[in-house]
């Protein structure tokens, strides 16, 4: 479980280095050119800071429904006995 907190922040660190991207996927040829523009668009959304927050925010609300369902395996039939009543 410790080690998806880490990987998390990692993962999105690494998508954050647009740089180094966008210099691997520069070329002079001309037949590249609509390539390069996808490979440019892919890069800009993966890039956006909106887009690290919203899935950081649902990696965080997994992460602590997970959690409460492997702590509270029967809460269920919990629920389910509450709502006979």
């Known amino acids: 479980m410790r080690s998806t907190l880490i990987l998390a922040p990692v993962a999105l660190a690494v998508l954050s280095a647009t740089h180094v991207l966008q210099w691997l996927f520069k070329s002079a040829n001309c037949r590249t050119q609509g390539t390069e523009t996808e490979w440019s668009q892919l890069v800009t959304a993966i890039a956006n800071p909106d887009l690290h927050a919203v ?31």
């Open 55 to 85: 899935v950081a925010f649902c990696l965080i609300g997994f992460l602590v429904a997970l959690n409460l369902i492997l702590r509270f395996p029967d809460f269920g039939a919990v629920i389910e006995q509450y709502n006979q009543f």
